[in-house]
């Protein structure tokens, strides 16, 4: 099993319904940390965001995603239970399996790679992740950049993992 499907099983296993975390921003935050980020956990209302950067030079590339999911509705409707990460014709069923925590995971693989890779980054990385993408979404990435704004720290690039969003930040 590759370290991004590893990962992945393990956030699809938390039952994050809207905007329960259920635990996926601290997984994060025990990875991150010994690459040397700084984590923040910035919580706003019931929302649950982590803000994590390494580095403080220009550029800053970011990556923006969530840990929380659709709630699942009957159980019953669904071939697999939803928080059980489940492989089927070399697929990955599971609730936020497409939308979104495999793309965190592969988020934060990229990251161990490319650091191990490079010694010499004169650059900074940062992730932005909440829990309030699937819900009302005023207290998640909104809030995040705001005060980011508002410390003058500057996001030179940013990939979203979302395979549904139109808008630019």
């Known amino acids: 099993m590759t370290r991004t499907l590893e990962l992945a099983k393990n956030l699809i296993a938390r039952k994050s319904n809207t905007p329960d975390d259920a635990g996926c921003q601290d997984l994060l935050i025990s990875l991150l940390e010994p690459l040397g980020f700084k984590c923040e956990k910035i919580k706003v209302g019931d929302v649950d965001n982590l803000y994590a950067r390494r580095g403080?030079?220009?550029?800053?590339?970011?990556?923006?995603?969530?840990?929380?999911?659709?709630?699942?509705?009957?159980?019953?409707?669904?071939?697999?239970?939803?928080?059980?990460?489940?492989?089927?014709?070399?697929?990955?069923?599971?609730?936020?399996?497409?939308?979104?925590?495999?793309?965190?995971?592969?988020?934060?693989?990229?990251?161990?790679?490319?650091?191990?890779?490079?010694?010499?980054?004169?650059?900074?990385?940062?992730?932005?992740?909440?829990?309030?993408?699937?819900?009302?979404?005023?207290?998640?990435?909104?809030?995040?950049?705001?005060?980011?704004?508002e410390r003058n720290e500057k996001i030179d690039f940013c990939v979203v993992g979302e395979p549904t969003s139109h808008v630019k930040f």
């Open 56 to 149: 403080n030079e220009a550029p800053f590339f970011v990556f923006a995603g969530h840990t929380d999911v659709v709630p699942s509705g009957p159980v019953d409707q669904w071939i697999s239970p939803p928080f059980e990460p489940t492989i089927k014709n070399d697929k990955l069923y599971g609730r936020g399996a497409a939308d979104m925590k495999t793309s965190i995971a592969a988020f934060i693989v990229s990251i161990e790679e490319f650091l191990k890779e490079t010694k010499d980054f004169k650059g900074s990385i940062g992730l932005i992740i909440t829990s309030d993408e699937e819900g009302v979404a005023v207290d998640g990435t909104v809030k995040v950049v705001e005060l980011l704004k």
